[in-house]
């Protein structure tokens, strides 16, 4: 199994700052792409970001230019830097990691738990 932990959530106001980081552990042989996915109460989970394991990166249009995803492979880390932040960045954010484990040949997608985000207007 692969845990994977959350920190840096919290309250900013509008226009700030916030650094999110996602940190995997578990029986892991090689973590592949790595991302980031937001949920509002009652919507679907949606892609803010993802990253392959060799740092290419994919962005939602609603956090171009403002969001940065970034990982530490030897960590087995993820992180996302928000900046510029709007009230409508406000939800629970989820870490995602694509995993193959030493115990199991095929690669599988897991969760965080979340971490929440409140930008204040």
């Known amino acids: 199994q692969v845990q994977l932990v959350e920190s840096g959530g919290g309250l900013v106001q509008t226009g700030g700052s916030l650094r999110l980081s996602c940190a995997a552990s578990?029986?892991?042989?090689?973590?592949?792409?790595m991302g980031w996915y937001r949920q509002a109460t009652g919507k679907q989970r949606v892609l803010v970001a993802s990253i392959t394991r060799s740092g290419a990166a994919n962005y939602a249009d609603f956090v171009k230019g403002r969001f940065t995803i970034s990982r530490d492979n030897a960590k087995n880390t993820v992180y996302l830097q928000m900046n510029s932040l709007k009230p409508e960045d406000t939800t629970v954010y989820y870490c995602?990691?694509?995993?193959?484990?030493?115990?199991?040949?095929?690669?599988?997608?897991?969760w965080g738990q979340g971490t929440q985000v409140t930008v204040s207007s």
């Open positions: 578990g029986s892991i042989f090689r973590l592949n792409t």
């Open positions: 995602s990691a694509n995993a193959l484990l030493t115990v199991a040949p095929i690669p599988q997608t897991y």
